[in-house]
DNA sequence: TTGACAAGTGACCGAACGGTAACTAAAATT
DNA sequence: AATTTTAGTTACCGTTCGGTCACTTGTCAA
């Protein structure tokens, strides 16, 4: 009954760890004691089930966005997380850094993120679909809520200068680095950690300063 | 007789583009103007060609490194760029500025480096060698670098306060994260290299001030 | 009770894969 | 001049690939 969804939890696990070339269609059956004509009774081809996972997983990311944003007053568009901005006391900066640590540790720890993005950060470079996915959810949309965030820091007083686009580049990028090596190599997690903990303090004692 | 050059030219070019996997001989052959055959005069196997593609790449990345470097008098093993530091008057921060941009520039432009760097993308999680070559090349090296350059500044007080590995991480990460978009959509690259350019510009504004 | 349907199976298909064998012609070596 | 080596060819090998087909079996509605 189940079965269409364990193809698709089998598929990603496969395809994030050797690509879509590199996995067959026996690869995906055998672990879940099918046939692999028996897939398709579920999906028409296998570029099917990769294009079924990418969409799922457009779907859970916008789930995500909106569940935890909510439209800021402001400026109308702003998406702000709840726990980042109160929305009639302004942005707490201590907030901020305990957020930034749980969305990296449940991006970490949680398979199913860490699984679409080892794929979406192998296939990138497949389709311009791909790449423009990849940007979008990885620093783009990152980046944007970030700067929203930094102009009501610095509107509020909270930091006195700067440009909240430059700021955002400087607060997310080394933490989605550091992400990277967390990916490529597990082993060195709790340095990864610490690096984005360090980070984060650092950042804000520099941005206080200024 | 160039023509085991011109096998290992080709392959990196269609390894980049579809990956070990994506990538037949008949797909390397082909564009040469040559059987697939032919191709086992020169390499036993489609592996020996990637990993002599890898092996080679390896020897032009310590090249560069090398010929760019020069053992800096007081840490002994700290490499300091030519340009970025004058052993007897100190480091110049605008010399650091037009450093990066042209570092960012050569990558960006030249095919060689921009082809390693996606083939190395795509086949990172392939291998534990092929991670910790990723994670070495494109993030701990660098950091490492800029890490003892931040050193300096700060002892030479051009930098009043800070941690040089956070302040690496701050400088140097948004620059390859505005890299990986330049790298998926090239009509943006004009775009990222004014973020970069900006983004450098603001980095030095903000720590002169502290 | 029966008949439609959903979800499997194993056998099979043509194509493409990585790789090899036998052969050839030119170039280099002796 | 004779011979070996190099670098290429075509034809072919066994295997695996994505995908199809005919068939079976259990479930469930008419």
Not at 42 to 48: A, L, T, V
Not at 159 to 167: E, F, R, T
């Amino acid at each position: 009954m189940n079965t269409k969804e364990q193809i698709l939890e089998e598929a990603l696990r496969q395809f994030s760890r050797k690509g879509f070339d590199g996995t067959s269609m026996s690869d995906i059956a055998g672990p879940l004691g099918i046939s692999k004509a028996a897939l398709y009774k579920h999906f028409k081809s296998k570029q099917q089930i990769f294009d079924r996972i990418i969409e799922e997983s457009e779907e859970k990311y916008k789930d995500v966005l909106d569940k935890l944003s909510v439209h800021y007053p402001d400026g109308g568009n702003a998406k702000m997380n709840k726990k980042d901005v109160d929305v009639y006391s302004g942005i707490s900066a201590e907030g901020l850094c305990e957020n930034v640590l749980t969305f990296v540790r449940f991006s970490m720890s949680d398979e199913y993120p860490k699984q679409v993005r080892r794929m979406l950060t192998i296939s990138q470079f497949q389709s311009n679909e791909l790449s423009k996915m990849y940007s979008k959810r990885y620093v783009d949309d990152m980046l944007g809520y970030d700067e929203k965030l930094f102009e009501q820091l610095i509107k509020t007083g909270v930091i006195k200068n700067g440009d909240p686009k430059a700021l955002a580049a400087m607060f997310y990028a080394p933490v989605i680095m550091y992400m990277g090596i967390w990916d490529r190599e597990p082993k060195r997690a709790k340095e990864c950690e610490k690096a984005i903990k360090d980070h984060v303090e650092q950042f804000f004692n520099m941005t206080k300063l200024c």
